[in-house]
């Protein structure tokens, strides 16, 4: 049984010994009912496996009001471990930052509005279980499909589906100065010490992508800030080092001075703040093609602004996967902490007060 590849010219191979299920919200009874009620500080079992098998698809709606996407915990357990290998709020797992839903479209991750779909290939060889967990409060609602293959077994080299959510209010850091390698003077970030950290993981496997929002006041482009990958806990200067935040995201010139979104399977700019560089953003980069591997360690982080000199609420989703996790993922934290800045410039939509987002 193959795990996931999804070329057109497998279509016409035939399963043996993999039978296809589904777990959904639907209405038992018969009527039309099909969501299921999640109270305030409950979590729902949206689903337990059995036996060895493969998360295919997973759909989701609610609703965005009062910070829903946020409030929304996702959490997926694989083969009776006690920690998930999923932590995210809702929305942000389907690449819906700042609790807002969009038009985004990617290979492996959709929203069409509020209609979030995942297509993430998830093995697992004895047994999986996918629950919810509602934070705010007020009670919410959750329709779904969790679509799967049951299968005998599954290859011993496929690592386990990860996914982890993070978000810092980070501040203009001081730098050492000097020539750069054209001789001009100005700032140098040679540790990456105070970057905005995407992934921190131990283990064994290979890193798969992420969704970047950041939100802020500042008039002036966000973008400069250089990507680092350190391997194997390997020193400054990472192999993987790159040439700013918008190269990383495959895109250029400031996303054309963010003159419009953009969406392609591998990466994409799919929300748009103002014209002068404030207000919130959202960008995305998936190494379906190029995973980055790593045997025992793998630190992925970016700087925020050109050696780490911008301010801003910055948040991201990681998506990997890997053996031999021994540690919990990040928290993430209250719901209050994970509550949205309101919306500034020509949006008018509510959340915390922006004045943390300024200079002090």
Request: charged fraction near 25%.
């Amino acid at each position: 049984m193959h795990s996931g590849m999804t070329a057109l010219d497998r279509l016409a191979q035939l399963g043996t010994g993999v039978a296809s299920r589904r777990l959904s919200s639907y209405d038992r009874t018969g009527g039309n009912r099909d969501y299921w009620p999640v109270r305030a500080g409950e979590t729902v079992v949206l689903g337990e496996m059995q036996g060895a098998g493969i998360v295919k698809h997973i759909w989701m709606t609610t609703t965005e009001e009062q910070h829903n996407l946020r409030g929304l915990v996702l959490r997926m357990y694989w083969d009776g471990e006690t920690t998930p290998s999923v932590l995210c709020p809702l929305g942000d797992f389907f690449g819906l930052g700042h609790g807002r839903a969009n038009y985004w479209e990617s290979l492996p991750l959709q929203a069409s509005h509020l209609g979030m779909n995942s297509w993430f290939s998830m093995p697992y060889a004895d047994g999986a279980t996918i629950t919810l967990t509602n934070e705010a409060e007020r009670d919410s609602f959750i329709y779904f499909y969790i679509d799967y293959q049951e299968t005998t077994r599954i290859a011993d080299d496929l690592g386990r589906f990860h996914a982890c959510w993070r978000r810092e209010l980070v501040v203009a850091k001081d730098a050492e100065t000097g020539p750069n390698a054209g001789g001009v003077v100005q700032r140098l970030n040679k540790t990456g010490e105070h970057n905005y950290v995407v992934l921190d993981a131990r283990g064994k496997g290979h890193y798969v992508g992420c969704v970047l929002h950041l939100d802020t006041n500042r008039p002036k482009w966000w973008g400069e800030g250089d990507d680092m990958i350190f391997i194997d806990d390997e020193p400054w200067p990472p192999r993987l080092h790159g040439t700013g935040t918008e190269d990383y995201f495959c895109g250029a010139w400031n996303y054309n001075h963010l003159k419009r979104t953009h969406c392609t399977p591998y990466y994409g700019y799919s929300f748009k703040g103002n014209g002068d560089y404030t207000g919130k953003h959202s960008q995305y980069r998936f190494h379906i093609e190029d995973p980055v591997y790593f045997e025992r360690a793998l630190t992925f982080s970016i700087e925020h602004g050109h050696a780490n000199d911008m301010r801003g609420d910055w948040s991201s989703s990681a998506y990997w996967y890997q053996i031999g996790r021994s540690q919990p993922l990040p928290d993430v934290g209250r719901f209050e902490d994970r509550v949205p800045f309101s919306h500034g410039g020509f949006e008018n939509l509510d959340g915390l007060d922006r004045r943390p987002l300024s200079e002090p």
